[in-house]
């Protein structure tokens, strides 16, 4: 005869298995990334703090990881890509097919900075629902936080908001309207377009606009500007006063060695590195050793056969030699080697 005790046991043990095995397994949370990303409330609160917003005009993908390892609060994939890798004059042929093949290189390289597009020449200008269209559909496919677009369009902006997507605006000198300025020249420096300036930026900030790209100005008209509005300005070329600054990533690091770079490289640029040179003297030394056959020498040469192959392989070449028309059949499975 079972003890109470024993029975009790029993009937615990049976009620935890059956309990247990109904219970589901603890999952643990995956772990945090190493960094948060940023948005477009974080560089509100920035503003607020007035602790200053670093941007980085980038296109490609080595150029986003980069800036992504570096911190950088804000990666801009412009238009100015038809200028800086595309080689051409303006920014005006660049396409939106253009713009979603560099976004979606951009995208896959970083994920801290907010990564905002732009919106090329030809894709918004014509009414809302077009740029509705071309903004949808760089956000859908490229995996953007956001897009830009030049000037005061208001209705335009407040169209693209109400559909959903967050929209940076763009004053002073707007490059995409350099046929009708004349070219690429400074704005702001007449009084009454000075005060404009402040008018299209309040403008923006009532449509919807989270921050603004204010670009080519007198540092006191932008001052002005970012006085005027509570989203973050961002200048170029505009300054020390507004709540950040934008450069483009091959600008400042000086990868200007194609006279073309050079010949639209702004003033207002700050070189901060030399990888252009950089690049023309490891090039020119790769010539160097290729044409003196330095390079790539036993140490660049790593796949070797075995003693014995070697052997088989100098038979085979010298029945070869005396009977070019025999086949040398291979019996052997290929094997898998490691290249990097």
């Known amino acids: 005869m079972f003890s109470l005790k024993l029975v009790t046991r029993l009937n615990i043990n049976l009620w935890c298995r059956r309990n247990l095995a109904s219970t589901p397994p603890k999952i643990s949370a995956a772990p945090s990334p190493p960094h948060k990303n940023i948005t477009i409330h974080s560089l509100l609160l920035k503003k607020r703090k007035g602790i200053p917003i670093s941007m980085v005009t980038a296109y490609d993908f080595p150029s986003a990881v980069h800036v992504d390892k570096a911190g950088v609060d804000i990666l801009l994939v412009g238009d100015s890509v038809g200028m800086v890798e595309l080689g051409y004059e303006t920014t005006l042929p660049v396409t939106l097919d253009d713009m979603v093949h560099h976004c979606k290189a951009v995208c896959r390289g970083c994920r801290r900075p907010l990564i905002v597009g732009d919106l090329p020449f030809g894709t918004y200008e014509r009414s809302a629902d ?12 490229t995996q953007i936080d956001c897009i830009k677009l030049e000037g005061p369009r208001i209705e335009t902006i407040k169209a693209i908001v109400e559909s959903g997507i ?67 300005v961002i200048g170029i070329g505009a300054g020390g006063y ?99």
């Open 130 to 141: 077009q740029a509705i269209t071309s903004a949808m559909r760089l956000m859908k496919e």
């Open 242 to 340: 507004t709540d950040g600054q934008v450069l483009v990533f091959h600008d400042m690091l000086g990868m200007m060695q194609h006279h073309h770079h050079a010949e639209f490289t702004p003033q207002f640029c700050k070189q901060y590195a030399s990888v252009g040179f950089t690049i023309q003297e490891g090039l020119a030394q790769y010539i160097r050793e290729v044409e003196s056959k330095e390079f790539p020498g036993d140490e660049f040469s790593p796949y070797i056969m075995s003693s014995e192959e070697e052997s088989i392989f100098k038979d085979l070449l010298e029945k070869r030699v005396a009977n070019p028309k025999s086949a040398i059949h291979n019996s052997e499975e290929e094997v898998n080697i490691k290249v990097y």
């Open 166 to 232: 967050a929209v940076m605006g763009h004053i002073g000198l707007t490059p995409q309207s350099f046929s009708a300025l004349g070219g690429f020249k400074a704005q702001g420096r007449d009084a009454h377009k000075a005060v404009l300036l402040i008018e299209q930026a309040v403008a923006l900030e009532k449509a919807g606009c989270f921050g603004m790209v204010i670009e080519c100005v007198p540092p006191l008209v932008a001052k002005a500007v970012t006085e005027a509005v509570t989203i973050p």
